[in-house]
T-cell receptor, first 118, second 114 residues
Framework: AQKVTQAQTEISVVEKEDVTLDCVYE???????LFWYKQPPSGELVFLIR??????QNEISGRYSWNFQKSTSSFNFTITASQVVDSAVYFC???????????????FGTGTRLKVLA | EAQVTQNPRYLITVTGKKLTVTCSQN?????MSWYRQDPGLGLRQIYY???????DKGDVPEGYKVSRKEKRNFPLILESPSPNQTSLYFC?????????????FGPGTRLTVT
């Protein structure tokens, strides 16, 4: 079975602090894909990043960075020098490769609410 | 403008009265999906479709039906809504690139069943 765990329900930081959002996943697929999505207070869901299971390179995009470690089944998301506009709920998600699991199901974690205080 | 649209955005109905929430995308995506979002539970997939006439169950399909007669449309049908289906519903679409497809979400439909 596939599962995504975001143990941090809510995090509060002061502006300019760095913050890391944790994501741990479970899957028996050898090919799979991991994602992060952002849901700001306005409610829409915005795609941030995709990673496939064969690419363990970390990625940096501006103040955002992602650390993918297969050895610990984790795909953590770090925001450097956080800003008030980063306040949102962040979801980690997992999608299986059809060849193995026979499914294109998409599994989301329960989300981490990040509050950045001015 | 590339987008996923859902209608209605808000709906209040009574138990047992059949309803349909429409979803349409203009990006020619093969993959479409429905989710419900509930506090503390995140997003849970209801149904998904990989192409016209190809649908499959997600994790919480009970009480819902879907159809995919055209590539751009993927309506969600509640034949006999119950109060436990009160939720925020999102439709999404994406390219079917071997499974590694990011999804583009509609604005959401807030459904209340009394």
């Amino acid at each position: 079975a596939q599962k995504v765990t975001q143990a941090q329900t809510e995090i509060s930081v002061v502006e300019k602090e760095d913050v890391t959002l944790d994501c741990v996943y479970e899957t028996r697929d050898t090919t799979y894909y991991l994602f992060w999505y952002k849901q700001p207070p306005s409610g829409e869901l915005v795609f941030l990043i995709r990673r496939n299971s064969f690419d363990e390179q970390n990625e940096i995009s501006g103040r955002y960075s992602w650390n993918f470690q297969k050895s610990t089944s984790s795909f953590n998301f770090t925001i450097t020098a956080s800003q008030v506009v980063d306040s949102a709920v962040y979801f980690c998600a997992l999608s299986g490769g059809r060849l193995i699991s026979g499914t294109y199901k998409y599994i989301f974690g329960t989300g981490t609410r990040l509050k950045v205080l001015a | 403008e590339a987008q996923v649209t859902q209608n209605p955005r808000y709906l209040i109905t009574v138990t047992g009265k059949k309803l349909t929430v429409t979803c349409s995308q203009n990006m020619n995506h093969e993959y479409m999906s429905w989710y419900r979002q509930d506090p503390g539970l995140g997003l849970r997939q209801i149904y998904y479709s990989m192409n016209v006439e190809v649908t499959d169950k997600g994790d919480v399909p009970e009480g819902y039906k879907v159809s995919r007669k055209e590539k751009r449309n993927f309506p969600l049908i509640l034949e006999s809504p119950s109060p436990n289906q009160t939720s925020l519903y999102f439709c999404a679409s994406g390219e079917l690139a071997g499974g590694g497809h990011e999804q583009y979400f509609g604005p959401g439909t807030r459904l209340t069943v009394t």
